[in-house]
C-alpha cells in the first residue's frame, strides 16, 4: 500500500512540476484554455497509468502524452469550428508580466501567431510549436506524432515556410505596441474617427468573435476607414460609454473593453511600423473566463 501510495506520489510530483509547459502546449496547439484543461486532465489519467520506472525522461513523456491527447482533440475542434458562427478567435488569456519579457513565448501565444497556426493541418501545428517554440527534438516529435523522425523534418520544413509567409514582417517591442495601444485607446474612448486613422494602418484588419452570443462582423473587415467607422459604431450610437482597460493578454498589451462599466470583450493588436495592423476583438462570453486571473504560461 506504502509502495503504490509513493508511486502516485513520485507522479503527482511530477506532473505538478511540469504542469504550466503541459498546457503551454496544449495551448498553443488548441487556442482554447478550456480545451487545454480538458487536455491535462486526460494526460493526468494516462500518467497515473504509466511506470515511472520505465520512463527515462517524464518530461519528455508527458509532452509526449499532452500532444497526442491535443491532436485528438484538435481534430474534433476543426468539425466545431466549422459550425462556429463568425469568426473564430483563440481564447485571449491574462498573463503575468514576465510572459511579456520572454520575447519568444509572447510571440508564439500572440493573436496575430496563433491565428496563422489556425491555418495549418494538426500535424503540421504539432510539429511546428513543438519544434519552432519548445525545441523538441526530431525522434522525441517523430514519437508524439507517430511519424518517423525524416517525415517530421519535412513537416517541420513545410509548416516553418507556411507560417513565415503569413507571421508578422517584424518583431515589435512591447513598448511601441503599447504605445500604438494608448493612441487608439484615447481615440476609441472618445470616437475620434481621425484619431483612429492615424493610428490604423492603411491595411489593418480587424477581426470580431462574438460566437453566435454578441454581435461581431461576420467576416474580417479591412482598411483604415471601415475599420474607423466600425468601431466608432454599435453602443456608442446608443449613448453607452465605452472605455478601454490596459491589460496583458497572451504576453501582449491588450485592452479590456468596457460598456457602461460592463466588460464587453478583449481588444488584441498587432503591431508594424508604429501602426496597428490587425485588430482581434474577443467578445464570445465563453472565452472571456479567465480575463479576471492570470494564467501561467511557461517554455520551460
Do not use: C, P
Given at each position: 500500500m506504502n509502495e503504490r501510495s509513493d508511486r502516485m506520489d513520485a507522479a503527482t510530483?511530477?506532473?505538478?512540476?511540469h504542469r504550466n509547459l503541459l498546457f503551454t502546449v496544449?495551448?498553443?496547439?488548441?487556442?482554447?484554455?478550456?480545451?487545454?484543461?480538458?487536455?491535462?486532465?486526460?494526460?493526468?489519467?494516462?500518467?497515473m497509468k504509466v511506470d515511472l520506472e520505465q520512463v527515462q525522461d517524464?518530461?519528455?513523456?508527458?509532452?509526449?502524452?499532452?500532444?497526442?491527447?491535443?491532436?485528438?482533440?484538435?481534430?474534433?475542434?476543426?468539425?466545431r469550428k466549422e459550425a462556429y458562427v463568425g469568426s473564430w478567435l483563440p481564447e485571449p488569456l491574462l498573463t503575468a508580466p514576465d510572459v511579456a519579457e520572454d520575447v519568444e513565448l509572447a510571440e508564439s501565444v500572440s493573436m496575430a501567431l496563433m491565428l496563422v497556426l489556425e491555418t495549418l493541418s494538426p500535424t503540421e501545428r504539432a510539429v511546428f510549436v513543438l519544434r519552432e517554440v519548445f525545441d523538441v527534438g526530431y525522434d522525441e516529435i517523430a514519437a508524439a506524432v507517430g511519424k518517423n523522425a525524416?517525415?517530421?523534418?519535412?513537416?517541420?520544413?513545410?509548416?516553418?515556410?507556411h507560417v513565415d509567409a503569413r507571421r508578422p514582417r517584424e518583431t515589435v517591442s512591447p513598448g511601441e505596441t503599447r504605445a500604438a495601444l494608448e493612441s487608439f485607446q484615447r481615440a476609441f474612448e472618445t470616437g475620434d474617427l481621425q484619431g483612429l486613422l492615424d493610428v490604423l494602418a492603411p491595411e489593418v484588419v480587424l477581426v470580431s468573435d462574438g460566437g453566435g452570443v454578441k454581435q461581431a462582423a461576420p467576416r474580417p473587415i479591412t482598411g483604415a476607414g471601415k475599420v474607423a467607422r466600425f468601431i466608432t459604431g454599435g453602443p456608442r450610437k446608443a449613448g453607452a460609454v465605452l472605455t478601454g482597460e490596459s491589460t496583458m493578454v497572451n504576453g501582449n498589451p491588450a485592452l479590456v473593453v468596457r460598456v457602461d462599466g460592463e466588460i464587453d470583450?478583449?481588444?488584441?493588436?498587432?503591431?508594424?511600423?508604429?501602426?496597428?495592423?490587425?485588430?482581434?476583438?474577443?467578445?464570445?462570453p465563453e472565452k472571456l473566463t479567465r480575463i479576471g486571473s492570470e494564467v501561467r504560461l511557461t517554455l520551460t
Open positions: 510530483e511530477a506532473f505538478v512540476r496544449a495551448y498553443e496547439m488548441l487556442g482554447s484554455a478550456a480545451d487545454a484543461e480538458d487536455v491535462l486532465q486526460e494526460t493526468w489519467l494516462r500518467w517524464q518530461r519528455a513523456y508527458l509532452v509526449r502524452i499532452t500532444t497526442r491527447r491535443s491532436l485528438d482533440r484538435l481534430r474534433t475542434m476543426r468539425r525524416a517525415a517530421v523534418r519535412q513537416i517541420a520544413h513545410r509548416a516553418r515556410k470583450g478583449v481588444m488584441a493588436v498587432r503591431v508594424e511600423g508604429a501602426r496597428i495592423t490587425g485588430l482581434y476583438y474577443v467578445r464570445n
